[in-house]
Nanobody
């Protein structure tokens, strides 16, 4: 059974940093695209960063120049380095892995205090 396990969330003051990690128990992880999504309280889940199987990255405008997504295929892992955090970055962050099938993690809470 495929599992995605996120970690690294927590409470941080505005301007601080966090690094999220996601480990996937999936064969041939390097053949999958990956994304991080954020779900703020009372809002829809939205993508914030992606890195495809070729290493091409993309960011939402709200996190561009502050967040960095990366992956380590040897460790079946994808990361999200979050810098200069703002209160509006608060939410549950989900790891998402996809190819012709998709998988979601359980989410990790990030809270940024003002």
């Amino acid at each position: 059974q495929v599992q995605l396990v996120e970690s690294g969330g927590g409470l941080v003051p505005a301007g601080g940093s966090l690094r999220l990690s996601c480990v996937a128990s999936i064969a041939y992880f390097g053949l999958y695209g990956t994304r991080w999504y954020r779900q703020a309280p009372g809002k829809q889940r939205v993508p914030v960063a992606s890195i495809d199987l070729n290493g091409t990255v993309a960011y939402s405008d709200s996190v561009k120049d502050r967040f960095v997504i990366s992956r380590d295929n040897a460790k079946n892992s994808v990361y999200l380095q979050m810098n200069s955090l703002k209160p509006e970055d608060t939410g549950v962050y989900f790891c998402y892995v996809y190819r012709n099938i998709e998988f979601w993690g359980q989410g990790t809470q990030v809270t940024v205090s003002s």
